[in-house]
């Protein structure tokens, strides 16, 4: 599929900025499972393009002094293949490093016990997608709940969450049990639900020596496929949040976010 995308980030402020640095994590990558024919991202200061740990494409912005609104805007074209199976390419990240505990996907016993079940006969692509599909019956998907700190075993314990909470929730069910996962922010194609429009999903590693991923979206118990454009890859929501920063002054800050994914 040929999607046109627009992600606008508005901020405003009571007060003059003093000084702020923003890292911004929008900007996808061609790879198996698409192709990036144009992207553009804009602010009020200048960007500086690198890529992080985790393989990501990031710009940081010094925004100017005594600011008071600014937009950030990201969107171009992708052309999507609908591949869900995939290797990471020569030079990615071990898989090792998705085992890694973090505070927002952190492994527990009882999210060993309850996802034991799904594991029992080992790691398979029929495997992960039965437990996406017990995730998201175990965490139903109610905005409104939770935030952006709410953790793992919390959204477990509550029974409710957006789709954020539902992939750390099946994040920390794979790392439980030693099975490197991480999580995927990106965006998402269906008329019905346009408040998906911004999504995050899951990469659970099937094979840890050849580097091979099944990427499944919790949200929907089904594989990646044709209706998803990725953005970014982390441990969890906190390593690759799509607008992260630190301020001084400014005062009160208020924010809308934008998001609107169109097939052509």
Partial sequence: MLFQIHHATHYEYSAELQHAVQALCLTPSSGPQQTVLQWQVSGPGRLFESTD????????????????????RAGGTVQTHGVASFADPPGSASPWLYLRPTPLAEPHARLAAWAAPYLAAGVSADAMLALAAAVRAQVSYRPGHTGVQTT???????????????????????????????????????????????HAWVDVCLDIAAQHWLSVDVTHACPMDERHVRLAVGPDYAACPPVKGVRHGGGRETMQVHVEVRRL
Avoid: M
Avoid at 55 to 72: D, E, I, M, Q, V
Avoid at 170 to 191: D, N
């Fill in 152 to 198: 793992a075993l919390e959204a477990f314990d509550w029974g409710k969450g957006v789709c954020q909470d539902q992939a750390h929730v099946f994040i920390a069910a794979c790392r439980s049990h030693r099975v490197p996962a991480r999580y995927v922010s990106g965006y998402f194609h269906a008329e019905d639900e346009p408040e998906l429009a911004s």
């Fill in 53 to 72: 740990g985790y393989g990501n494409r990031t710009h940081s912005c010094t925004l100017p002094a005594r600011l008071r609104k600014g937009t950030l």
